[in-house]
């Protein structure tokens, strides 16, 4: 496409994604001649600010994508399901946020710094972005597998409540508030207490393991082209509003020291090896990545127990290269730049 801009659809435009997307768009200068910003029925004729202006919300229905070059999605899976075929269908390159596609042969799960040349051969004409926790643990392996082949992956997240959408951060603010004021706290959204505490948020996948981690071993693999990538994942979900973080342990096919490791990290795209780690606000932390592009990656050691492997510790915002972000720069790759 040799166009100089382009029309844009966010479907779930009103979603914590959608509203990222939005903004990312916006601050990247993406060459939007006219955004369509679509949202289900309860959210018709809402507005919502984009550029000097203001975007009015449209119901998301089959003619939605008529004329629309991009259709950035992120309205859930069966909304994906749905929709995504029929915005392929009238012409647009659909970009997927949910996990409806990600596992579909023939849709390329892509994150730029890692398999952007996958982005090419769309033959549903849907592209699919990854999980959050996928998406930062494979930018900060990308440099290491490179050099020296990932053999395993031991992983536990500590994953914010922006995650599971604006409803889960609203739970999380009202739970608190309640605790704070001695009040009886009552979920609204999550499966329990999530104020001061943290829990397995996920339905249960295969062999007892969360759906969500199940996502971190498949797309990892489907990621990186390496199916023989040996994955184990712990995944929580920790009283933080915005920003995921990752303790994660490499095993190579060839010995990796934390010397090397931080050397191959220092300037990989996307990353920003924060060295100093005891040094105070000098780490990775979610509360500082949110609202920031780069994927932190601090706390790299020589593994004590598995010699010749490394340990590092990987935070970034979930909303935005975690999903809006990755979503905005693989159309960047495709159209703009
Ligand atoms: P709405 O705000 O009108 O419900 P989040 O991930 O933060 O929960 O946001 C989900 C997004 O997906 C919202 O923009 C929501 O719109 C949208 N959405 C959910 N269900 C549908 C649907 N059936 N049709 C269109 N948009 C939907």
Redesign the pocket.
């Known amino acids: 496409m040799s166009k100089a801009s382009f029309v844009v659809a966010v479907?779930?435009?009103?979603?914590?994604?959608?509203r990222e997307m939005l903004r990312t768009l916006e601050q990247r200068s993406f060459p939007v001649s006219k955004l369509v910003a679509?949202?289900?029925k309860?959210?018709a004729g809402q507005r919502l600010p984009f550029g000097a202006g203001e975007v009015v919300i449209e119901a998301?229905g089959p003619k939605s994508f008529e004329g629309v070059d991009i259709a950035l999605f992120?309205?859930?899976a069966s909304?994906a399901r749905e929709y995504g075929p029929i915005a392929a269908k009238a012409g647009a390159v659909v970009i997927d946020n949910s996990s409806a596609w990600r596992m579909d042969p023939e849709v390329p799960l892509v994150v730029p710094e890692v398999n952007i040349e996958a982005a090419k051969t769309r033959p549903k004409g849907i592209i699919a972005n990854p999980n959050c926790s996928t998406i930062q643990m494979v930018v900060a392996l990308k440099p290491l597998h490179d050099a020296a082949r990932v053999k395993t992956i031991i992983v536990s997240t500590y994953q914010a409540t922006s995650g599971k959408?604006?409803?889960a951060v609203e739970d999380l603010l009202q739970q608190t508030r309640a605790a704070l004021a001695g009040e009886a706290v009552t979920p609204a959204v999550f499966p329990g207490r999530m104020a001061f505490n943290v829990l397995c948020d996920w339905k249960a996948g295969e062999n007892d393991y969360s759906e969500e981690e199940l996502k971190m071993v498949h797309e990892t693999r489907k990621i990186m082209g390496d199916a023989s990538i040996g994955v184990s994942p712990t995944t929580v979900r920790v009283p933080v509003v915005n920003g995921h973080s990752e303790s994660v342990h490499v095993q190579f096919h060839r010995a990796m020291s934390a010397e090397e490791a931080k050397r191959l990290l220092r300037g990989a795209e996307g990353v920003v090896l924060m060295d100093d780690a005891y040094a105070p606000g000098k780490h990775p932390q979610p509360f500082s990545a949110a609202g920031t592009d780069p994927v932190y990656v601090g706390r790299v050691r020589d593994d004590l127990a598995v010699a010749g492997a490394i340990k590092m510790f990987v935070v970034a915002d979930n909303l935005r290269k975690g999903a809006a972000l990755n979503a905005v720069q693989i159309a960047e790759r495709l159209f703009v730049r």
Do not use: E, K
Request: aromatic share 0%; net charge positive; glycine share 24%.
């Open positions: 479907a779930g435009a009103t979603g914590a994604v959608g679509l949202a289900s309860r959210s998301l992120s309205a859930g909304v959408g604006q409803a």
